[in-house]
């Protein structure tokens, strides 16, 4: 069975950092391009960041760019989310999610990951 598992998320202050992780499990997500989404309360789910699988390809959000960078080590079958600078906009579940389409391109497009984690809240207080 194919799960992914964020972790990392929490309460900060405006202005801090966290840093999230999604270990994914029950196969190898090496090969895939992976990406983080967030869904804040009473809003739909957007794109946050993805990153290709070999790690030279990344996106991000206008709203997180220059601020939140997106990493993997294949190696350890891990994928990072490192946010500084936070806003309480940013407050939301954050998600991780895998796309298995080949090639070293990304997308933004939610319909495109066919694996998700459960999430992982951060709150961010002014």
Request: charged share 15%.
């Amino acid at each position: 069975q194919v799960q992914l598992v964020e972790s990392g998320g929490g309460l900060v202050q405006a202005g801090g950092s966290l840093r999230l992780s999604c270990a994914p499990s029950g196969r190898t997500f090496s090969t895939y391009a992976m990406g983080w989404f967030r869904q804040a309360p009473g809003k739909e789910r957007v794109f946050v960041s993805a990153i290709n699988w070999r790690g030279g390809n990344t996106a991000y959000a206008d709203s997180v760019k220059g601020r939140f960078t997106i990493s993997r080590d294949n190696a350890k079958n891990l994928v990072y989310l490192q946010m500084e600078s936070l806003k309480p906009e940013d407050t939301a579940v954050y998600y991780c999610a895998a796309d298995s389409s080949p090639g070293t391109s990304i997308t933004r497009l939610i319909r495109a990951y066919e694996y998700w984690g459960q999430g992982t809240q951060v709150t961010v207080s002014s």
